[in-house]
């Protein structure tokens, strides 16, 4: 099993809907667990990842705060915008420390879209995303 | 320069002057409506706000809420997860004053022991020779609530937008206090 290199394969968020640009969402995989993406208020947030060719995910695993309900999506057609469900899950909550989740996905995309439908709080945060194939 | 957004429950009992406090706000004082027309679904309104002595803003999508009580449980619906509340009082109605613990007890039921920050508002100001709420009172009691206490007139155009402003920098405050609890955590 490989982790990959998010940055220098060319994957990058394509899409976000907070944005403060003190903690902007490319945080989310430049593989620094100390950076992360915050979001600015209300529910749900989203993002999503973007691959330049169909990418074999084994697993993901995720650092956040803050979060409660999550879903994870693949697209499967980039001209229709639809979507299929990977994984949907509710987190813990944590005190003095990240949440972590390791969840297997055993698929294939282009783009990955995450959506954050409730938190523990006003405002999460994503720190990493990580991924294996 | 960040913008936050929040969603602002704006409640109290019917004709206080919900609809016409927001929407002086929301027309910069352009737009009071002097005929009542009640509510009868939420309605959504927004607007920016810049916190004061930052760079940084909050959009507030304010939830206009009815206050007749046929119509509220349908608006509850509507609530999802609060991010601020603005409570509203008419100052010439004890009535309607007394009816806050109750608006309070029911936004609170939607905040999932979440910290919301609120304001209580005794609009109609401009009653003055028909005050049955004093100041003293509506402030001791919002105190209690952990709450600051704004008197406003829509119709005079009196401090509509105090209310506002006040819930856009509390809110800003948590976000500050949260960036600090994470950036604690990933860098103690
Ligand atoms: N004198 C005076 N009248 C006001 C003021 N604000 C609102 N009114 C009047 O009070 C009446 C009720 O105002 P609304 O804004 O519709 O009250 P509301 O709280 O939205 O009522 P519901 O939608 O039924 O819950 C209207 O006739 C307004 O013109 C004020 O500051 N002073
Ligand atoms: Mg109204």
């Known amino acids: 099993m490989k982790t990959k290199d998010l940055r220098s394969s060319g994957t990058y968020v394509s899409l976000a809907t907070s944005c403060d640009k003190n903690y902007p969402p490319e945080h989310i995989i430049d593989g620094n667990g100390e950076t992360f993406w915050m979001s600015t208020g209300m529910f749900p947030q989203a993002f999503t990842i973007s691959f330049p060719s169909p990418t074999e995910i084994a697993d993901i695993s995720l650092q956040s705060y803050n979060v409660k309900g999550l879903k994870i999506e693949k697209c499967i057609s980039e001209e229709v915008g639809t979507f299929e469900t990977l994984a949907e899950r509710e987190l813990e909550h944590t005190e003095e420390l990240l949440q972590a989740l390791k969840i297997s996905l055993n698929t294939s995309t282009t783009l990955l879209r995450f959506t954050i439908t409730s938190g523990y709080d006003h405002f999460v945060s994503v720190n990493e995303v990580h991924m294996s194939s | ?188």
Request: aromatic fraction near 8%; charged fraction near 20%.
């Open chain 2, 1 to 188: 320069m960040v913008k936050l957004r929040a969603r602002c429950i704006l409640v109290g009992d019917a004709a206080v002057g919900k609809s016409a406090l927001s929407q002086m706000f929301r027309s910069d004082g352009a737009h009071f409506q002097k005929i009542y027309s009640m509510t009868a679904g939420v309605e959504l309104l927004t607007k920016s706000v810049n916190v004061p002595n930052t760079s940084d803003s909050v959009e507030l999508y304010i939830f206009d809420s009815p206050g007749r009580e046929i119509f509220a449980e349908a608006s509850e619906k509507m609530w999802g997860q609060p991010s601020v509340m603005c409570l509203v009082f008419d100052i010439s109605s004890e009535a309607s004053f007394s009816s806050c613990g109750r608006w309070l007890e029911r936004v609170r039921a939607h905040c999932q022991g979440l910290q919301v920050p609120g304001v209580l508002v005794g609009n109609k100001s401009d009653l003055s020779s028909r005050r049955e709420v004093e100041t003293a009172t509506a402030q001791e009691w919002a105190q209690s609530q952990g709450m600051e206490y704004f008197e406003t007139s829509a119709k005079e155009m009196e401090s509509c937008d105090a209310p506002f402003i006040c819930l856009a920098q509390a809110f800003h405050t948590l976000y500050q206090d949260r960036l600090n609890t994470i950036q604690s955590i990933v860098s103690p």
